[in-house]
């Protein structure tokens, strides 16, 4: 039986009703649901809206309710949404007691706290994820914080840094990333039952005391724009987009990395594909994907923001749609953020390959430009000059390491320890400003990361 059936004479079409129905994708909520209503209903019964004795009689049907759909004993199905199964199997349970059960409350009101319970648990999650993902990248960068590499600008090569630089940077992204998850909790852990539909209720209710079951740390103000919000959705969702991103250009960078003209690492077969033609193929599948499913979630944000931009207050059915992308979202985070995770800590560091790489593309310049200021060289002027050089370099097959005095000579006022300034370890050792990726930058980086998940 449809909870509103009483305004309506006539049956809803039955294409009508399974366009309007939510209970495919809602029913996921149903514990929430539970939970809320648990908490409603002893409300209801202390603050004397209904008697103590059928609000108890009620609220161990729920939990009998919510242990058999738990144990598989109770199929969820044959109902518009997951509020209307609850009620209408509460009520086949314990009879016309069980329809006191919503008094003082509204659907739109409790969509919103089951949303808000279950996204509230959907950010933990992330967030714990997104934790692991940073220790794996810590735990990573300390064993190679003397593992040198050239760091890139444009996709080519720039100066020489380490490994440990290069993963601390994303270390920092995914470290936003939490704090953006846990600015999103703080938003979603407000409770917003006792809103009713659009103007609260008549009814003598303590909003606090349910709040206070629930693990909420405050209530809305205004019960209005408490139906008719879902910015801590859109919170959630603008969250995961960003990691994404992040997690993306990592992939990329991976894919790139894997590629045989790089050779900087290899993928675990684990997380390796093989062609179905080509017996030599082994692809970064894992890391495609990552970048692929980052659209997922882009969408379920553009989504919302669509949605959202021109309903009028208070509660409108298109809100309906915010379920969908938003499980879809948190399930694609979960899976990425876990089987990027994961890939990291198995994957092969071509440590060689990485110092052999910072040799190439004249990494050293900027040192050796550096070096003839420090002799009183106008920088401007020292930039020109080592430009000049890398192009005598270019015309001669040579590098800047395999250059003899003497040539340095024909270009300015070098000596023999240029070669230890343009040495990429010596370079590396000298940037110790914080941030920087001398070894001990780095070290104090980590632990500074370290110490800061502690508060995430």
């Known amino acids: ?50 008697p103590e004795a059928e609000a108890k009689l009620i609220v161990d049907a729920l939990e009998i309710i919510r242990k058999d759909i ?10 518009e949404d997951i509020h209307s199964f609850v009620e209408n199997e509460l009520v086949s349970r314990i009879g016309a007691v069980g329809k006191k059960l919503h008094t003082g409350r509204s659907r739109n009101d409790q969509v919103c ?40 600008t444009h996709l080519q090569k720039a100066q020489p840094t380490t490994l440990a630089h290069h993963f601390m940077a994303y270390a920092e992204m995914f470290s936003r990333d939490a704090e953006r998850f846990a600015q999103a909790k703080n938003r979603i852990d407000v409770m917003p039952l006792g ?76 997380f390796s594909t ?12 894992m890391n495609e994907l990552l970048r692929g499913k980052t659209g997922r979630v882009y969408g379920a944000l553009m989504n919302m923001l669509t949605v959202m931009k021109g309903i009028p207050l208070a509660y409108d059915k298109d809100m309906q ?46 040192e050796c430009a550096d070096w003839l200021a420090a002799k009183g060289v106008p920088f401007r002027d020292a930039h020109s000059v080592i430009g000049q050089l890398v192009v005598y370099c270019i015309k001669n ?7 003899s005095l003497d040539e340095y000579k024909k270009f300015g006022p070098f000596d023999e320890s240029i070669f230890d300034a343009i040495k990429p370890e010596n370079a590396i050792a000298r940037r110790t400003a914080t ?22």
């Open 321 to 366: 749609e915010d379920k969908e992308c938003v499980f879809d979202a948190y399930d694609t985070l979960k899976a990425c953020l876990g089987i990027f995770t994961a890939l990291l800590g198995d994957m092969t560091i071509n440590k060689d390959k990485l110092r052999k790489s910072t040799d190439g593309g004249f990494t050293s310049a900027t």
């Open 70 to 79: 738990d144990d598989g004993k109770l199929e969820i199905k044959d109902a």
């Open 113 to 152: 706290l089951d949303t808000r319970l279950y996204l509230r648990d959907a950010s933990k999650d992330i967030i714990s994820l997104i934790k692991a993902l940073i220790l794996r990248l810590t735990d990573i960068s300390e064993r190679n914080t003397e593992t040198v590499m050239p760091a890139f």
């Open 195 to 270: 809103s009713g539909a659009c103007t609260s209720t008549a009814y003598p209710i303590d909003r606090k005391a349910v709040a206070d079951y629930l693990g909420f740390h405050a209530v809305t103000a205004n019960s209005m724009d408490a139906v008719g919000d879902r910015d801590f959705v859109i919170d959630f969702l603008s969250a995961g987009a960003i990691t994404m991103m992040h997690l993306s250009r990592f992939s990329e960078e991976i894919i790139i990395w894997s590629s045989d003209e790089y050779k900087y690492v290899e993928l675990s077969d684990k």
């Open 1 to 50: 039986m449809k909870l509103w059936s009483g305004r309506f004479e006539s049956e809803t079409d039955k294409a009508a009703d399974s366009f309007n129905s939510s209970l495919a994708f809602d029913k996921r909520l149903y514990r929430y649901d539970i939970e809320g209503s648990i908490a409603h209903c002893n409300m209801l019964g202390k603050c004397g809206i209904i």
């Open 435 to 456: 941030g920087g990726p001398s070894p001990s930058a780095i070290k104090a980086e980590i632990s500074a990361m370290r110490k800061k998940l502690d508060t995430v």
């Open 274 to 285: 093989g062609s179905s033609i080509m017996p030599q193929k082994k692809n970064p599948d």
């Open 397 to 403: 097959g040579k590098t800047l390491q395999t250059l």
